[in-house]
């Protein structure tokens, strides 16, 4: 196994831009229920799971790179060798990998959400964490509505605090591993997260991204991380005009004297 270097964080904030939907568990059946509800906190707080968000990213970049190696049709990559198999894992039991990600559940940021509704002047008791969103189907025929549902979801202009880890080893191309990643968010950007995102549903975006890392050396030592810049920065497209650098001094600082 190769050597640690070390640890870059990513840290963010997801907004939904339209309502959002993550599909969670009935507690029960009652009449008039939600048939759809969204996954909640144990205190009833919608929240972004990070299997969610690691999934649709690898998703994505699995559709454009092409899959090499899958065990059946329509699985992950497991060819082990690609990028992408590098940063998420190859899926497979033959060609295992590091897995150099770690994402963590993105949780509501209540007091931005409670800004973003300040005009309404409800109460704090009052501010609703979802909507419900009703829904059916149209038959061709007759051009009427049929089977209809109730959809929850989490109403646009909520905002979630997120952080993922990248770890990196001895022999792997830093740059590379972290322009793949960050592909992955332009094209979520771009796409959906959630469930309909053809009917509306997901559309997030990125905001004050900050980035941080630490080496080997520094977890030997006083263990404080290095920032990349002195605020975060506001929206995605501001941090994506800084990718270049952010690769460069990552590298240098992994890679730099007295480091392997």
């Known amino acids: 196994m190769n050597r640690f270097l070390g640890k870059l964080f990513i840290y963010f904030e997801i907004e939904a831009l339209t309502g959002l939907r993550i599909g969670g568990a009935r507690d029960s059946a009652e009449i008039g229920g939600l048939d759809n509800p969204v996954i909640k906190t144990v205190d009833g707080k919608p929240y972004i799971p990070a299997s969610s968000l690691k999934g649709k990213i690898r998703c994505l970049l699995d559709r454009k790179d092409g899959v090499r190696v899958a065990r059946r049709e329509g ?17 497979s039991d033959k060609n295992k990998t590091l897995t150099r990600l770690c994402f963590r559940d993105a949780f509501l940021n209540f007091e931005k959400y409670r800004e973003s509704l300040k005009d309404s002047k409800l109460l704090d008791d009052e501010i609703p964490l979802t909507e419900e969103k009703m829904e059916n189907i149209i038959d061709r025929l007759k051009g009427t509505a049929q089977h209809p549902r109730t ?22 191309d830093v740059k590379k591993l972290i322009r793949k990643f960050w592909e992955g968010l332009r094209l979520l ?20 991204l900050a980035f941080s890392w630490k080496t080997r050396k520094d977890y030997q030592t006083k263990n404080q991380a290095h920032w990349f810049s002195d605020i975060p920065f506001s929206n995605f497209e501001d941090a994506d005009h800084k990718l270049d650098e952010l690769c460069e001094k990552v590298s240098q600082a992994l890679y730099g004297a007295g480091e392997h």
Do not use: I, W
């Not at 060798?81 to 590098?86: P, T």
């Open 75 to 91: 699985d992950p990559c497991g060819c082990g060798q690609c990028e992408v198999c590098q940063l998420f894992g190859a899926h």
């Open 151 to 172: 959809m929850e979801r989490v109403p646009a202009g909520a905002v979630f605090d997120g952080e993922v880890v990248v770890n990196f080893y001895e022999g792997d």
């Open 189 to 208: 950007v771009d796409d959906y997260l959630g469930g309909s995102g053809t009917r509306g549903y997901g559309k997030v975006t990125f905001r004050n």
